[in-house]
């Protein structure tokens, strides 16, 4: 007789397997649920939690897989404390047990606005972390040198602190959705849940391109493209000033790229400013070329929506508005202005720098209506080859020092929207010589200093 072919024998094999499972499970199922317990009371009670999810994020990518990483635990009965990195302070971090973090990459390796503070106070020094178990999940784009450069160094601080790591880290190169799924699956794993939300990005839609026209030609600068978008269902989605599009080339549909709204849904249409890019043997950038050259009026378009809270007005909306950029950086400030106009409100300075007035004049006439509406009540426009010498924004900033301490002290709030190294960098130094750093590094705590820069 052959033994494994004996059924009585079989079904006694398999109970003897499933009592063996149970009893290896229950103490497992007891010790977790008994967790979850003790985590749930303990938020009951108001205590601080001892789990901590905090992120550094400029255009939300980071900002956005914290909320669903805080959700997903939640979900599991965990209640932890989301915050941004600059809020944390060496008393939580000592307090914590546990503590997920999110974080982008800028600059050269650096940290986002968000991230700066925190990588100023804590970075560099020591903290006793021995108790503290850590994941982190760095967001970059390989294209930088400094590929992942600020997760990367929290990562090693944390650890040259004592902390232990959960999982290694994991990076994340623009958004690719296989290393989302891997923080995914390492969290679900953590907070012993296995209904974790779907996190896919919303889906692209189809949008029409309704018109396109250059904006700047004979200028010494690339060509520079005003775009207008309908949604192809008719159905205009909501979004708020400041807020930014993705937009998926054929050529590359895993690489969206993203531009400045430059509209208001009052305009019933998405605007966008794109600057046609080409590489040094003259071929024009793969998505730039498609959007500027080769997609035809009326073609459709895949684009999705991208809230980008950290430069929109929220809280600002009934400041003075001090709005700083150059180039293609308009367009951010263009989606502010035309909200501002549609409230009906003033108190707005504009400093904004190209090229020639000429070619580069970009909406010179909505600008001086807006000049005459009394929405821009200063409009600086600065032109850096008009004269022998070059002038750039925030050479003129630095001369109305006086007007900007008291543009601020009557509660104004910066937006800056433009190229990092040729702009931002430099209006950066001059808000901290004539501002004074701390006061800037507490705008910018506040809310209240505001950046879109690329
Ligand atoms: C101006 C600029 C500079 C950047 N510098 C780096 C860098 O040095 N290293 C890197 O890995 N990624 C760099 N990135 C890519 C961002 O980290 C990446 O787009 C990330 O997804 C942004 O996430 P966030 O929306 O949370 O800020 C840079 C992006 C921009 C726009």
Redesign the pocket.
Known sequence: MNFTNDPTRLLLLAGLALAYALVCLLPYLRQRHKRRAALLARAQAGQSPAWLVAYA???????QLARQTHATLALAGIAARLCELSELTAAELQGAERALFLV??????DA?DAGAAFAQRLLGGELALGQLHYAVLA????A??????FGRALDHWLAGQGARALFPRIE?D??AEAAIAQWRQQLSHLAGTSDAPDWAAPAFAGWRLAERRLLNPGSAGAPLYHLELEPQSGALPDWQSGDLVQVAAPAEPDRPREYSIASVPADGRVHLLVRLLRHPDGTAGLASGWLCLQAAPGEVLPLRLRPHRRFRLEDNAELPLILIGNGSGIAGLRGHLRACALAGRGRVWLLFGERNAAFDAHYADELAGWRETGLLERLDLVYSRDQPQRRYVQDRLAEQGAALRDWVARGAALYVCGS?DGMAAGVDRVLREQLGGAALDALAAAGRYRRD??
């Open positions: 994020s400029q255009t939300g990518n980071a900002e982008s990459t800028y600059g050269e390796g986002p967001l970059g784009d390989r930088y040198k400094h590929y992942c450069g994340v623009r958004s990092l820069v690329y």
